[in-house]
């Protein structure tokens, strides 16, 4: 049995996965782990186990803020939650409408209108809570956060939570959990509930008769807010495995040993672990009792809601039960667990808990919350949880690492899946979300856009390799990428190391040597490739085969997987037998085998399969149900006597008759010998009577066992039939076409007598050809003659566009009746020729001047066989243009003009070229359209430029600020302007958005510009712009000046001063006191002969007496304390600072006065002379004389009188 060390540093293996071996995390020396701060005092008793770390002595504190990144907020008021969450048991949201009870897992939905005890109202929303149970008995509830948050930088979670109502008075419900576990496997379900608080494992009432119920899959933290006290301690089998227990032992304890107490427990998984960590107790002892040292209780007070109350009344009478709890975990490598408490009695929070958290951290978390009562009951509630880092992520943040459930063992071919948790810590959508890794391809992620505070899942697999478990493990890094705003975000790259202690393995792959099929007889070569897929030398290599011996292997041992050696190939050979050749197939089965470390072993067995190609062969006999002659219309029956002639089963058995379908056989597989009778009939046609009789053929087809098709001999039967009387008439003409009016064409007409009889009187009928003249006008059955006639083309065809005439032959059978072919048609196409030309001419040769009129001349002719109406031209540039007809016959033409005035447009291109071409219609309605002809003539253009120019912002400005100037520059010429830029006698590095300009065409330019001391003197800013370009010719093309004037703001001096004293007092006289005075340059100018005044220090010293904007110096002096300072009581001190700015004008900072108590020296003492100490302005103090009679007879009456002693008072 595993044993589980219970402190701070407790196992590695619960963190990640027990016995599973990979190092995700070290797992931790408990030697060199930090020990918990204990800040309790121990009472003398006997020792428990192990020492235990002590809980902080309870003391009020805000936690600190964190500057961590958010990863959920959710307050469970509203009708419903974050749908990450998962209830489990009665668990329900009081804020949506009530619902009927549920159990085991299921989404957060209302709570049933059934509810036991003090109940907050239902439908409540937004003032719900977080129900975990009601008041009833033997109730558990818990939400499971399945959801993997980034543990790398430490959590921060608070809760609010209440624990009131028990309907047993003086004896509360168990209480309420809050647990970690890593985040690698699913959060299905909670731990044990009652004593285990839904965290831990539990064997009810110890009974060994009863089975172990577990504890939460891979459970890295559980915090008890325990109000019954049983959480804290061993029994039940909780903290199965551990080598240090519970204070409170194994053995059951009444009353609960740890009431009103927080109790930690650490990594578990199943029923092992889940070891007790530390408590707020102050006494670790194996000896009760176990005093709670929590300031406050858990439970709250409140024990009954009245009848009716509103959601916010029953807000305001459930707040005194209210109780915020804050756990915070710092990360690793040295991770603290501090739990802090507000009991909502006006004291706020005290921190109850500080102790070392268990290494390794998991790489990531998730959580839940599990309440429960039992035979004593309490009503649980959860809201507002809030979850953040405790340091911040980066804008995206990546955790990479193996999911759980993982293999027991990998070995060449095992899969691991990993997950790639992915948080958006920024504060816009991150698009295009990708994780990649080398190694796992392709990574799949469930979002591709990540919202801000969002975190998602990704998975990916990967297949162990040879070479991994050469090398013992297998290390990837994974990055994930994306964009925000349009720009690239790449989070850090994340690393998981799978070490791996490969098993002995060996597998065999069969191959074999040609594609076949195979014949019997054959001899066919196995080949069998065996590699060593685990971490240990095999030797004794052989190979194992139901039908092959003899199998000989190139080398009999193998090296570990990875290495060189680690395969070796062998080959056997097989001879095709009958037998196979029936089957069709040859499947064997082979397997390797040999020793690892003296240990047999074998490979996974492999299978082959060849094809064999037996003798397959049909027979097929057909016959005529009538041996004739039959009649058009008469119907046939066939028959087919199909048999196999084969050695092999042949399946899908067809009969293909290409007079008959379809061919019905009663059975489509045959054994080799057997037959079968297909059947088929057939209607006699005329074109059976003309050929006078019925010759049909038929084949038998079949499927051998490999798939191959086998077909019989052919038969073939003739049945006559009695013939009857046709003719056939095929026409062509002796030009495809197209043909011209005028045009003579020649039709030939071939005759065919398709009948069983002779026919006479043969002729051609053709409704557009007369005559029609034929060679033969008798014909035997089958004979052929040729007839011919012509046709000269009309306009009427032309017309038409087609020549389509029709003919049929006629005849007479030797009865006398008329025979008619089906009729013969031709149709030829009639062309009528349409086109014409246009020619463009113009006078102006150029260049002409904007504003020119130039005329074009434009000669239309029609080049066609038929008169154009409706002629016109269409000029791009010339909208009207007149002809002098507009009806050509073929060969005419018109003349055609037209004017254009050109443009500013045609200046700037420097030319004005335009295209025309003439249209008409012909006859058949059709537009006819002659090709295009253009004119370029040169036309002479201005070229000119402005700019517009204006600042931003428009002012005032301060120094050092930034001004941005646009120039809007415009092409006011007529030519293209090319290397357009514009020249600022202060700005540099002016952009504009185009260089080039069209005519008319303008563009955008801007520059900036930094506001100088200079300019602040001045209190302007004024700057002059001009644009430039060039023309076509090269020319320097220069705009007008423009300016702009920006006020600046005048300069502010300021100074200011702090000072403090090198003691805080009091001070004695003489006592010399050091002054240090901070000077910080405030304004926004800088300043010189910096110093400072103060009304009791002189010679003042600055380490710096010039100071930038924002600059500071430190001075310092000294001061010798006096006597009337110390009659004062205290030293009071007035500073300020002074400087002089670019002007010349004083600058003076605020006075700044500083106080130092000043005490008297104790009463003075004669010397025995008359001489004293005593200061007259002192309280009870005397005047000593500097000079006595040596017997303290002279001086001051008061000195005297104790001076015989040498003691002036």
Not at 251 to 257: D, E, H, K, N
Not at 419 to 445: E, K, Q
Not at 902 to 908: I, M
């Amino acid at each position: 049995m595993a044993r589980f060390v219970s402190t701070a540093a407790t196992l590695g293996l619960l963190t990640t996965g027990l016995a599973a071996g990979f190092a995700q995390a070290d797992t931790p020396d408990p030697k060199t782990q930090p020990k918990a701060t204990a800040k309790a005092t121990t009472p003398a008793a006997k020792p428990a186990p192990a020492a235990k770390p002590a809980p902080a002595v309870p003391t009020p504190a805000v936690p600190a803020p964190r500057a961590g990144t958010p990863l959920l907020t959710e307050t469970f008021t509203g009708a419903t939650a974050d749908d990450r969450f998962t209830a489990v048991g009665s668990a329900c949201l009081s804020g949506a409408p009530s619902a009927a009870a549920q159990s085991g897992s299921h989404p957060l939905t209302g709570c049933p209108s059934t509810e036991i005890g003090p109940m907050p109202p239902l439908d409540a929303a937004p003032h719900g809570y977080l129900r975990l149970t009601d008041a009833g008995n033997d109730e558990s509830g818990a939400v499971l956060f399945d959801q993997a948050l980034p543990a790398g930088n430490g959590l921060d979670v608070t809760f609010d939570q209440w624990q009131y109502g028990s309907t047993t008075p003086n004896t509360p419900a168990d209480g309420i959990s809050f647990f970690l576990v890593n985040g690698d496997t699913a959060l299905a379900h909670p731990g044990a509930f009652g004593g285990s608080l839904g965290y831990a494992q539990k064997l009810p009432d110890d009974n060994p008769g009863l089975e172990m119920l577990p504890g939460v899959d891979r459970g890295y933290l559980g915090v008890g807010l325990d109000v019954l006290g049983n959480y804290f301690g061993d029994w039940e089998h909780r903290g199965n495995g551990c080598a240090t227990r519970s204070p409170a032992g194994t053995g059951i304890r009444v009353p609960a040993p740890g009431a009103n107490m927080v109790t930690v427990r650490g990594p578990g998984d199943g029923t092992e672990g889940y070891c007790f960590l530390t408590a707020t107790t102050s006494n670790f002892t194996t000896t009760p009792p176990w005093p709670s040292t929590l300031p406050g209780r858990l439970q709250g007070p409140l024990t009954v809601m009245p009848p009716g109350v509103t959601p916010q009344q029953a807000e305001t009478l459930l707040e005194p039960s209210r109780r915020r709890v804050h756990v915070h975990l710092t990360p690793a490598p040295a991770p603290v667990l501090t739990i802090d408490v507000d009991f909502n009695d006006g004291t706020g929070f005290h921190q109850v808990l500080s102790t070392p958290a268990p290494m390794p951290v998991p790489s990531t978390y998730k959580f839940g919350f599990a309440g429960s009562t039992g035979l004593w009951t309490d009503v649980h509630l959860i809201r507002n949880v809030v979850v953040t880092t405790d340091q911040p992520l980066p804008e995206l943040n990546l955790v990479k690492q193996v999911h759980e459930p993982r293999p027991g063992e990998l070995t060449v071919g095992t899969p691991v899946d990993y997950d790639f948790v992915v948080t958006n810590s920024g504060n816009t959508p991150i698009n295009d979300l990708a994780v990649a890794d080398p190694t796992v391809n392709p990574v799949t992620c469930p979002v591709s856009v990540l919202q801000p505070g969002e975190t998602a899942t990704c998975t990916g697999t990967y297949v162990i390799t040879a070479a991994d478990v050469a090398a013992g493990h297998v290390t990837n890094t994974a990055r994930a990428t994306g964009t925000s705003d349009g720009d690239p975000v790449t989070s850090p790259d994340s690393t998981v190391t799978v070490p791996i202690d490969a098993p002995p393995g060996i597998v065999i792959e069969k191959q074999v040597q040609g594609t076949g099929p195979f014949n019997v007889g054959d001899t066919v070569t196995y080949e069998y490739i065996v590699t060593n897929t685990g971490g240990t030398d095999i030797t004794n290599l052989s190979i194992v085969d139901d039908k092959v011996t003899g199998i000989t292997c190139a080398a009999t041992a193998l090296a570990p997987a990875g290495q060189p050696g680690d395969s070796t190939t062998c080959t056997g050979t097989y001879v095709v037998t009958a037998a196979d050749g029936v089957a069709g197939q040859v499947t064997n089965h082979a397997h390797a085998a040999g020793t690892s470390n003296g240990t047999p072993i074998e490979s996974p067995p492999t299978d082959a399969t060849i094809d064999v190609v037996g003798t397959s062969s049909l027979g097929l006999s057909k016959t005529a149900s009538t041996a004739g002659p039959v009649h058009i219309g008469d119907t046939i029956t066939y028959s087919y006597e199909v048999t196999n002639t084969g050695q092999t089963n042949l399946t899908e058995l067809a009969v293909f008759d290409d007079h008959v379908n379809p061919v019905n056989c009663p059975v489509t597989t045959l054994a080799p010998g057997a037959s079968t009778t297909c059947t088929g009939t057939y209607t006699v046609t005329e074109a059976d009577g003309a050929l006078g009789h019925v010759h049909n053929r038929a084949q038998a087809t079949g499927t051998n066992p490999q798939g191959g098709a086998v077909l019989s001999p052919d038969d073939e039967v003739t049945v006559p039939v009695i013939g009857a009387s046709g003719l056939a008439i095929e026409k062509t003409a002796n030009t495809p076409g197209p043909v011209q009016v005028g045009q003579t064409v020649t039709y030939t007409y071939t005759v065919t007598n398709t009948g069983q009889t002779a026919l006479t009187n043969v002729a051609v009928q053709d409704d557009r050809v007369a005559p029609v003249t034929c060679q033969a006008t008798s014909l035997a059955a089958g004979a052929s003659t040729t007839c011919t006639g012509t046709y000269t083309v009309t306009e009427a065809d032309a017309v038409a566009g087609t020549l389509h005439n029709i003919a049929q032959a006629t005849g007479t059978d030797p009865e006398g009746h008329p025979v008619d072919s089906p009729p013969g048609e031709v149709t030829l196409d009639v062309v009528a020729v349409s086109s014409m030309t246009i020619d463009k001419t113009t006078a102006a040769t150029g260049p002409v001047n904007v504003g020119d009129t130039v005329t074009y001349a434009y000669t239309v002719t029609n080049t066609g066989n038929v008169t154009l109406h409706n002629v016109t031209v269409v000029d791009d540039h010339v909208t009207t243009v007149n002809c002098d007809r507009t009806t050509l016959a073929p060969q005419e033409s018109a003349t055609c003009t037209g004017t254009y005035v050109v443009t500013a447009a045609d200046g700037a291109a420097g030319s004005v070229t335009n295209t025309a071409h003439a249209t008409g219609i012909n006859p058949g309605g059709e537009t006819v359209t002659s090709p295009d002809d253009a004119v370029t003539v040169p036309v002479i253009g201005a070229s000119s430029l402005t700019v517009e120019k204006s600042a931003s912002p428009a002012g005032p400005v301060n120094v050092g600020d930034t001004i941005t100037y646009t120039y809007t520059v415009r092409n006011t010429g007529q030519t293209t302007l090319n290397n357009v830029t514009v020249v600022d006698d202060k700005v540099t590095g002016i952009t504009c958005q185009a260089t080039t300009l069209a005519a008319g065409a303008s563009t955008t330019c801007s520059g900036t510009y930094v506001v100088t001391a200079a300019d602040g003197t001045a209190g302007s800013v004024t700057n002059r712009a001009h644009a430039t370009g060039t023309n076509p010719g090269g020319d320097t093309v220069t705009s007008p000046d423009d300016e702009v004037t920006v006020p600046v703001n005048p300069q502010r001096a300021e100074l200011t001063v702090t000072k403090k004293a090198d003691t805080a007092g009091p001070v004695h006289v003489g006592d010399q006191v050091t002054y240090t005075y901070t000077v910080t340059n405030n304004g926004d100018t800088e300043l010189t002969d910096v110093a400072v005044v103060d009304d009791k220090v002189t010679d003042i010293t600055c380490e710096a007496t010039t100071l930038a904007p924002g600059e500071h110096t430190t001075c310092t002096g000294t001061y010798v304390v006096t006597e009337a300072d110390a009659v004062a009581g205290h030293v009071t001190n007035h500073a300020h600072a002074t400087a002089t700015d670019p002007r010349g004008n004083p600058v003076e900072s605020p006075s700044v006065q500083h106080t130092i108590p000043a005490a008297c020296p104790p009463k003075g003492y004669g010397d025995g002379y008359g001489k004293g100490g005593g200061m007259e302005m002192c309280p009870d103090h005397g005047h000593g004389h500097d000079y006595g009679d040596g017997y303290g007879k002279k001086g001051d009456r008061k000195a005297d009188r104790k001076a015989e002693k040498g003691k002036v008072s």
